[in-house]
């Protein structure tokens, strides 16, 4: 649709409001003298003419009874009246109609006799433009009605619209729809106001599933913390009542006890490191942070882990530099839950390989295990919150669902992304990028 600015509109609705009555009145004359002109007609004039000659040519009979009849016959049959006034104001002839509002002046002239000024004649020709202004005058309402109408119609009525939908959007009805508007300021505003609308829409969305998803984290960690802590509880009962009483069975209670207290240490960490990453808004710290450096800090703290299965790590480090903006230490835990992953999921003497350079103003990273790799439901779903695959799922491999939703998080405020896949040799890769020095976060 077709917009106009306001003001352009105001400037034509004045021409408009002055056009139209205009036009009535031409037209009503028109109609009304079947001429273009405004002035006398001839035979206007010649009545005018012959009118005045008669009244010189009897000044004597003015005051003649006889004569004042026959002259308002013959002013009957021009359809023009005539007003006859002395020197001294008196009026000594005057025609039935002469004066009132119907008739209009048409000429006047005075009498000289011996240089002295005998009366004064006045002609009044019918008032021929009342027509004309009447019709000026209904032109001029039509005119205001159309101009009211459209500012009804393209101002008032959306103003109205954005007022009450501007009310349904405070009490939460996301449903508004506006009317169009040809005035460019109103239109900007109603675009302004969709876009407001689905920004709306679109954040309150979020905010629902974020807030099903805050719920569900907080049932399943209660769950996760339920397990442990019974665990941690029967067998320090067991201790406390002297369940075990071999030196053999207490450090076995005692093994078991730290075992869950372990698992406990590390969900709690897990837990407050995405809830920390949960809060976008939160300011990220921004430092150069050598990824090499980041990469080999996190490669020894799995390392312990890694002993224990047998699993070992290979780490193929880029030729230049890889220095990116951000937070070095959630960048760890980044990399950390990723190896964690891996490991746990490697078999027995297995292989870890990570890999990182620089390509394209990018740190690309790739870190590749020889487990089973992912099934196609995982690959959908592996960074949903406290998901776990089937072959995960056994407490046992200390697997709590948050990791990969955790280093996804944190990858991605640095600016970059981080993806899942199968390695075509077999085993789980996971594929992520960070820009060079990002601004972002």
Known sequence: ????????????????????????????????????????????????????????????????QAWQRQFSTYLQELDVEVEIVSAAGEVIFQSNS????????????????????????????????????????????????????????????????????????????????????????????????????????????????????RRFVIAAVAHDLRTPLFALRGYLDGLEQGIARSPEQVSKYVAVCKEKSGQLDRLVEELFTFTKTDYSESPLQQQPVDFGEVCRRAVETIKPQARQREVSILVKEAEASCSVLGDGHLLERALTNMLDNAVRHTPQNGKIVIEYDLIADNVRFMIRDEGAGFTAEELQRVFEPLYRGEESRNRATGGVGLGLTIARRIIGRHGGELHAANHPDGGAMLNGCIPVKTENG
């Not at 009145?25 to 002109?37: E, G, Q």
């Not at 001839?42 to 009897?58: G, K, M, P, V, Y």
């Not at 006045?122 to 008032?127: A, K, S, V």
Request: no cysteine.
């Open 98 to 213: 002469a004066g009132e509002s119907r008739f209009s002046i048409s000429e006047q002239f005075s009498l000289v006799e011996d240089g002295n000024v005998t009366a004064r004649v006045l002609i009044y020709q019918q008032n021929s433009r009342a027509i004309q202004l009447i019709a000026a005058f209904a032109g001029f309402l039509l005119a205001l009605f159309l101009i009211g109408l459209a500012m009804r119609r393209w101002v008032i009525t959306p103003l109205e619209q954005l007022s009450f939908n501007a009310r349904r959007l405070a009490d939460g009805d996301f449903e508004v729809e506006l009317p169009s508007s040809r005035m460019k300021e109103i239109a900007d505003v109603g675009d302004a106001f969709r876009v407001m609308v689905a920004g709306l829409t679109e954040s309150f969305r979020k905010q629902v599933e974020l807030e099903e998803e």
């Open 1 to 64: 649709m077709k917009t106009i600015r306001i003001r352009k509109f105001t400037l034509l609705s004045l021409f408009f409001i002055s056009l139209v009555p205009w036009v009535f009145l031409v037209t009503a004359h028109v109609i009304n003298t079947k001429t273009f002109s405004f002035d006398l007609t001839d035979s206007q004039e010649a009545n005018f003419e012959q009118t005045a000659r008669l009244i010189e040519a009897n000044m004597e009979n003015w005051t003649d």
